[in-house]
């Protein structure tokens, strides 16, 4: 599985014809872009030309990869290949669930769950595929009951996950 450290973005929101991006670097070198197609059109298939990756997606998925972007440290650069077949995209490393509470300010994804340090031995990881929608990442999270720690006070959300590695 082909990784490419991410640790730079800007975002190009043009006007007229010109569909949204957000090129991609790494250490001041373009490394790609995320190609943002009216939604309900059908998406190109992700090229590599001259060693900058192109990954498209619909104009839906355009916040949650800025958030993820945004929010998420360190981000890599999938590419497998062209074709079907071959998932592409950007991928976070695993993390704790919650590890994003604990720093104020962090983004909506990190927001949605409020744990107790109890739950912080659960693992999840965010992978974003150009081949498919961002929001089934969070739809297959189902929330199974809710209760306070006694301990703590702090509402517990117990989760069952049904995500594929």
């Known amino acids: ?8 973005y800007e975002v190009m929101y043009s006007a007229n014809s010109f ?11 373009y490394i790609g872009q995320l190609i943002f197609e009216p939604d309900g059109t059908n998406l190109p298939p ?5 060693g900058e990756i192109n990954l498209f997606y619909h104009l839906e998925d355009f916040d949650n990869a800025i ?5 998420e440290s360190p981000m890599y650069l999938l590419f497998n290949g062209s074709g079907g077949g071959n998932e592409n995209g950007i991928k976070s490393t695993p993390e704790a669930v919650g590890e994003c509470l604990k720093q104020p300010g962090r983004g909506r994804f990190a927001r949605a769950l409020h744990h107790s340090p109890d739950l ?3 693992r999840s990881q965010f992978v974003i595929s150009s081949q498919g929608p961002i ?5 297959e999270i189902n929330f199974r009951e809710s209760r306070r720690n006694e301990m703590t006070g702090v509402r517990v959300l117990i989760v069952q996950s049904h995500l594929s590695s």
């Not at 599985?1 to 730079?8: R, S, V």
């Not at 569909?19 to 070198?29: A, F, T, Y």
């Not at 992700?46 to 001259?50: A, F, K, L, S």
């Not at 929001?135 to 739809?139: D, K, N, Q």
Request: glycine letters at 6%; zero cysteines; proline letters at 5%.
């Open 67 to 71: 958030d993820l972007l945004r929010d």
């Open 1 to 8: 599985m082909p990784l490419t450290l991410i640790d730079q």
């Open 135 to 139: 929001h089934a990442v969070l739809r």
């Open 19 to 29: 569909v949204p991006r957000i090129w991609l670097k790494n250490s001041g070198n």
């Open 120 to 122: 912080g031995v659960l």
């Open 46 to 50: 992700d090229t590599n030309v001259n």
